[in-house]
């Protein structure tokens, strides 16, 4: 069974930094591609980036390009997303899934983070 369990979401003021993770189990972690999507209040769910089973192939979303880091360690089943220059329209709940960028949609999540962004 697919557990994905992730923590690490916060209050921060615009212009922070924060680092989620994500712990996975009930499948072969390091044969995954991993993604981070979330969802905003009101909004629908966001896919936001994507890393290759490796770690050697990232992707991301225009709005969070540049600001936003997917890293992964396999060895310990767990993804991350560094977020720095937070914004306030960043604000929202942050899902991993371990599916790509075709198919994240239909993928499992686990029941989120909640990441604040005000000041």
């Known amino acids: 069974q697919v557990q994905l369990v992730e923590s690490g979401g916060d209050l921060v003021q615009p212009g922070g930094s924060l680092r989620l993770s994500c712990t996975g189990t009930?499948?072969?972690?390091?044969?995954?591609?991993m993604s981070w999507v979330r969802q905003a209040p009101g909004e629908e769910l966001e896919w936001i980036a994507v890393?290759?089973?490796?770690?050697?192939?990232?992707k991301y979303a225009d709005s969070v390009k540049d600001r936003f880091t997917i890293a992964r360690d396999n060895a310990k089943k767990t993804l991350y997303l560094e977020m720095k220059n937070l914004k306030p329209e960043d604000t929202a709940v942050y899902y991993c899934?371990?599916?790509?960028?075709?198919?994240?949609?239909?993928?499992?999540r686990g029941q989120g983070t909640q990441v604040t962004v005000s000041s």
């Open positions: 899934t371990n599916r790509g960028y075709t198919n994240w949609s239909s993928g499992p």
């Open positions: 009930g499948f072969v972690f390091s044969y995954a591609v």
């Open positions: 890393i290759t089973d490796s770690g050697g192939v990232t």
